[in-house]
């Protein structure tokens, strides 16, 4: 399905379905396969009555030692790899080609691994909770969340006008990573940028060089998951 944005009208299919796991992040294993695929993965059976929305994330603490759950994105993101290489059918491998393609994103993205947790431990849902523009009435919701000015790379992408112009953008940037390291080691990778996202303050416009530094560091992390999505498929 073709997105309405006019700016994703040049992206290729294979990066249109990165978009698959949101949309329907609210659907279990099998409701997924029952209406989108033919033949359900062995190894995705335990999972059939679990739905998708944790798959995103983990909630790791940025500070302290809190408990956080293991259900996280940490353990999803190798079966949903070992899936796609199980799946025959060309339905089922572009499902899990889709969470590949969205997971490994998000794990580049600091605020969908590393959270501020208070001295009760609970944890601000990787900075959903962490307001940066209040709303303007007292009924309406947060107006910018910390969580959403990242899943945006800090304005980058509703700043630039279409793909091309991102695409080009990265180019320009070397990447030094290693694809091979471990998953582990991409999450690890995020605890310095995660800190910075925090650095800002509550119900406060960020600082210009806020946004500079934020894109900055978002472009990257934006190569290393091209890079690391290339070596996985």
Not at 20 to 33: Q, S
Not at 170 to 197: F, M, T
Request: net charge positive; proline share 4%.
């Amino acid at each position: 399905q073709k997105p309405k944005e006019t700016k994703y009208k040049q992206a290729s299919a294979a990066a249109l379905i990165s978009r698959f796991p949101d949309d329907f992040k609210n659907y279990k294993v099998k409701d997924l396969y029952k209406e989108f695929g033919v033949q359900i993965p062995s190894i995705m059976k335990p999972f059939l009555n679990q739905y998708t929305s944790k798959w995103h994330y983990m909630n790791k603490p940025l500070v302290g030692s809190c408990k956080y759950s293991s259900n996280n994105i940490q353990k999803y993101l190798p079966l949903v790899i070992k899936a796609f290489k199980e799946s025959v059918a060309l339905k089922d491998k572009a499902i899990m080609l889709s969470y590949i393609e969205h997971l490994v994103a998000d794990i580049h993205q600091p605020l969908h691994t590393y959270n501020q947790f208070d001295n009760r431990c609970k944890h601000d849902a990787g900075g959903n909770n962490y307001c940066i523009k209040s709303a303007k009435l007292s009924s309406e919701k947060c107006r910018l969340t910390l969580h959403s000015l990242w899943d945006d790379s800090v304005g980058w992408l509703s700043n630039s006008k279409n793909v091309r112009q991102h695409i080009s953008q990265l180019n320009q940037i070397n990447s030094n990573n290693k694809p091979s390291v471990p998953i582990s080691s991409w999450i690890k990778e995020n605890k310095q940028a995660a800190r910075y996202a925090y650095s800002t303050n509550q119900y406060s416009s960020p600082k210009k060089q806020y946004y500079v530094t934020g894109q900055l560091i978002m472009k990257k992390r934006f190569v290393d998951a091209s890079d690391r999505l290339l070596s996985l498929i």
